[in-house]
């Protein structure tokens, strides 16, 4: 099979390339005839496709394996952490985020830039993203490792198939194509740029994070700004047939609530959103509300109280469409979780129908506010990992 | 391969005649041939397979393939419509259904027994669902055909794993363990019974209803005296992990709404239930509310129409949380679907953030109170279907 064969070769090889990419992944220290046997390939072609994956940086040899037992050991093969690293940026409502993760999740170079981008034109906020962007390149520069493509996490509506942003409320953005903005202005870099829902993003890494022992099936709920949400069905994000699913922040809590920007009242926005909570316990931030909570302070309580309800109200609704047992709290609401937990769950047990008969748990994300910035990187490194071969031709 | 060779050879066996008969199932008119090239066994071992499932009369050969071209004609085979019937009941809170449904997924003998069975004792009622099922097995008889289980639709929290009822709120049913119950009165029907929430029946025999053309994703809602829905992904029902799911009947649309059976305030099934409805036009039944429709009368479009904007906050959050493109009428919703519609469309295209970039329809069911009693028939289909070996030797 060489590169230049026939279409159908050349599609094959491209299978391949990913299924042994792929066996590497799921068992780190596999040897070259366990792929072959995992695989079905022949030991020939697995050898000719490692070493070109070996060359590429995609995979790590760590030498001889060590187990026990006769028979000759095979060397040891991983996704190496000096491959291609997935870019990722979070444009969130008050700052820009970036990181690189490597092909095996590992995370570097985390950097968040502080500041309001509410009502700032397109293009202004775009100069920010693109310096970061520059920025974190040159940090992947110094640890020598190639950039592999851009993940882009955006607070709004995010057409799956072209990457076009309908609209981010919070950011009073419409209509922007970021993906091709983003190119001109960041030239080519290796691949392509993603861009997703942050809450969708924030989602996926949370179900990395969590691994094999966490929950197949909940909804990640985060606050920043605005509400979003990520449904993970069966251990797959269900973003719906357009991507646009997850849309929490305007569920209607109380017809006769506040007016919310949309034009409704009282969306869960507007009761539970992390200005409403500070508003409602007085607090100038969150550092402040955190102090004011640890030292038992009444109003405070209150305020997260208050939210905890209409959080709760929302996410009954999503448990009884659903039947998902469990609920993890991101963003802003991952460090109010000692706080909200109680009171949501004292929430979900009276409005849950099918309660009595089983368990609903509230936990706390383990990313926090790095959650969504991780999962735009780590976007990038699943597509690099599904299709290898495309990005080493690329 | 025998039946009394390793377990090895008969679990092979068991999953090849699933195969072949999945095969015919898919493409009707199949030959033998086009079973072994569909499923990569050999000819032999589709004929031997063939000539049981005939025997069994889950196969029927239709005689020579009507088709142009040279070479040998095959026979045609199909599903067989004088093959075992699945027996369908629905417990609804007004009425008990019964159907029976062949293999090809044909509807014969549908009966409506009306009557109130709420408050009534469990035993009462069951009374009543045995007399249905043996009248349909006569029914079943006197056609000549097989009865191969029973599939139960009622209007509560089933557990997937059991089929134990969990609760039925608006039957007062609590914990009744309705397999075993109906076992020991029925009788073994050759295989066992099958209990599933009605309104996730109703939203797959919808699917199977609309066929290849019909929507993927979809909300199928139905009103009798509760509200429930089912969800599907994908051309898959969601019904969640413990089977609890499709529950939106105690949605909060208004915390200040009136007081619901369930403790709580303004749930979807006192705003927009068939008896908020009627309540509301002040008309005495269905009949009634639909003449005056057709009528133009006032009262019974405002309750419609109040009817549909609380449904539309509930439809709204679920495809704001789903991404789902459309909606379908069920139950007595089918038969207002002209009036209930456009209201209902005006709610979600206000309520749902993505509405401008999505397109949102909103179907009539055309089975309507028929979904649930042919969905619970079907599901016996299904299994036979899924696994005809242990049905043959059942």
């Given amino acids: 099979m060489t590169e230049t064969g026939p279409a159908g070769q050349h599609t094959v090889r491209r299978h391949n390339c990913a299924l042994v990419l792929d066996a590497v992944a799921q068992s780190p220290g596999i040897s070259r005839a366990g792929i072959a046997a995992r695989t079905g390939l022949t030991k020939a072609t697995v050898s000719s496709l490692v070493d070109r994956l070996l060359a590429a940086a995609l995979l790590h040899d760590e030498g001889p394996q ?16 000096h491959g291609p690293h997935g870019l990722g940026v979070e444009i969130a409502v008050d700052y820009v985020a970036t990181c690189l993760v490597d092909l095996t999740g590992a ?3 985390l950097r968040i830039r502080h500041g309001d981008n509410r009502g700032q034109p397109v293009d202004l906020v775009l100069d920010k993203v693109t310096r970061a962007i520059a920025a974190a390149r040159r940090r992947a520069t110094r640890r020598g490792v190639a950039v ?4 882009v996490a955006v ?16 950011l009073d953005w419409h209509g922007v194509d970021l993906p091709a903005r983003l190119r001109r202005r960041t030239g080519p870099p290796g691949r392509d740029v993603i861009v997703g829902n942050e809450a969708n993003l924030a989602a996926l890494a949370e179900l990395s994070a969590m691994g094999e022992g966490g929950p197949r099936d909940f909804v990640h709920v985060s606050a920043e700004i605005g509400i979003g949400a990520g449904i993970v069905l069966d251990g797959e994000l269900h973003e719906g047939s357009r991507g646009f699913g997850g849309e929490l922040g305007h569920f209607p809590v109380d017809p006769r609530g506040p007016r919310c920007r949309c034009g409704a009242r009282g969306c ?3 009761l539970a959103g992390q200005e409403a909570i500070l508003g409602s316990a007085n607090a100038t931030d969150l550092e402040e509300l ?16 208050r939210a905890a309800t209409a959080l709760g109200a929302a996410l009954s609704a999503a448990v009884n469409l659903l039947d998902i047992p469990a609920i993890v709290l991101g963003g802003t609401y991952a460090r109010l979780h000692t706080w909200l937990a109680e009171p949501l769950l004292t929430e ?29 990187a780590a976007s990038v490194v699943r597509t690099i990992v599904a299709d290898p071969e495309a990005f080493m031709s690329g």
């Fill in 66 to 81: 060590q187990r026990a037992g006769p028979g000759r050991r095979g060397t040891s093969l991983s996704l190496s952490p």
């Fill in 348 to 376: 979900l047990r009276t409005r849950v129908v099918s309660a009595p008969w089983s368990r609903i748990e509230v936990l706390p994300s383990s990313l926090g506010t790095e959650a969504a910035v991780r999962g735009a």
């Fill in 148 to 151: 592999g493509g851009i993940g």
């Fill in 268 to 270: 869960l926005e507007r």
């Fill in 290 to 305: 955190i102090q004011r909570l640890r030292d038992d302070d009444r109003a405070a309580k209150d305020a997260v109280e």
């Fill in 155 to 170: 607070p709004g509506l995010v057409e799956s198939d072209t990457g076009l942003l309908r609209v981010a409320p919070n």
């Fill in 107 to 109: 995370v570097h170079d």
